[in-house]
């Protein structure tokens, strides 16, 4: 399910690859209403809701784990064997002496969980292997390093973290030095390089798996970012795209790699 982050993040987005696009469309095309995209092209931040009454813990969740399980065999199992909502409930008795599960908690629970662990698996069929040329026109792409340097201060060694945003078709890049490496940090890096380029990369921004950003690694190049980190892409109108983990996407971001490995050189 997406957030509304997420959601103001693509209302924005669509707005800024056609203008004249109206809001009712802009509605009707992500399915929330004309406040919905007002708000959004107001703020990359949605306003703050009502704090919901905190009500009982869900019964099912010391055995949330257990019935995803079931509905992933389903996946992969003969059609007439799925489990239904009655053969989940006895399972859970028979087999893990859980018999405080009602048949509606159940039936609530699958009905929003299978479709979720269907798309998650979907998600990973899709992915295939294969290799792009990396072709850069002007203004389009920007590579991104955050990563540990050592720097003398008053004659002493100490370790503080460079970030780099390399420009890729003109190689031209911004370099900060922090003390942390914080989202704090990784954001102010961005903005002081947005401010001295003069502007931000049209395409996207690539990028590792760097924890300010990233919450969660799925699938391929598929990832759960940080709301505040969307929020921050929303507001400044650019994407990031993510390269795949270890020596599978070591030659997507080789430019700003070497680059930093140069700088941190010099700064140590």
Request: charge should be positive; include cysteine; aromatic fraction near 8%.
């Amino acid at each position: 399910m997406l957030t509304r982050v997420v959601i103001f993040e693509r209302i924005r987005a669509d707005r800024r690859a056609d203008p004249s696009v109206s809001q009712r469309e802009l509605a009707r095309r992500h399915h929330v209403s004309r406040r919905t995209v007002r708000a959004a092209l107001a703020s990359a931040v949605p306003p703050p809701r009502k704090r919901p009454v905190r009500g009982r813990p869900l019964v099912l969740t010391p055995v949330l784990a257990v019935v995803d399980e079931m509905l992933r065999s389903d996946l992969v199992g003969p059609r007439k064997q799925r489990h239904t909502i009655e053969r989940i409930c006895q399972r859970l008795a028979v087999e893990h002496g859980f018999a405080d599960a009602s048949y509606s908690a159940v039936r609530n629970y699958v009905a929003r969980r299978r479709p979720q662990i269907l798309a998650e698996t979907r998600e990973g069929r899709r992915h295939l292997d294969g290799m792009v040329p990396q072709i850069h026109p002007p203004g389009e792409e920007a590579e991104v390093d955050f990563a540990e340097a050592f720097a003398v201060v008053a004659g002493t060694q100490m370790k503080c973290y460079l970030f780099t945003l390399r420009m890729s078709y003109s190689g031209k890049a911004v370099h900060r030095v922090f003390a942390l490496q914080g989202q704090e940090a990784f954001m102010e890096g961005h903005v002081e390089a947005f401010r001295i380029l003069g502007g931000v990369p049209t395409r996207h921004i690539r990028y590792d798996n760097l924890k300010p950003a990233v919450r969660q690694v799925l699938f391929g190049r598929g990832r759960i970012e940080s709301q505040r980190w969307v929020a921050f892409r929303s507001h400044y109108g650019f994407h990031a795209f993510y390269c795949l983990p270890g020596k599978d996407g070591a030659h997507e971001k080789g430019g700003v790699s070497g680059y930093s490995l140069e700088c941190r050189g010099e700064y140590g």
